[in-house]
């Protein structure tokens, strides 16, 4: 279920005015690649699967949004 939400990301993150380059396009599917396998962010994989999180949301979120409740919560003290 997770590779239909990455194929479904991936149509539109091309088709996305955003993603104009080839680099950054190839960014954004690291991006997204890495945060859904990362093992601290299981909630992500979880709602990517229920269906719960878009392909559109993937190909649109920055990083904080993908990012695991545990990265948020550092960055937050890291800005206090």
Do not use: H
């Not at 991936?10 to 080839?22: A, F, L």
């Amino acid at each position: 279920e997770i590779s239909l939400g990455l194929v479904g990301s991936e149509m539109c993150i091309r088709d996305s005015k955003t993603y104009k380059d080839e680099r950054s396009y190839k960014d954004k599917v690291r991006s997204i690649l890495f945060n859904l396998k990362d093992k601290k962010n299981p909630f992500l994989r979880l709602r990517v699967m229920e269906g719960l999180i878009t392909p559109e949301f993937l190909a649109t979120a920055d990083t904080k949004e993908l990012a695991s409740d545990q990265k948020k919560m550092e960055r937050e003290e890291a800005q206090k």
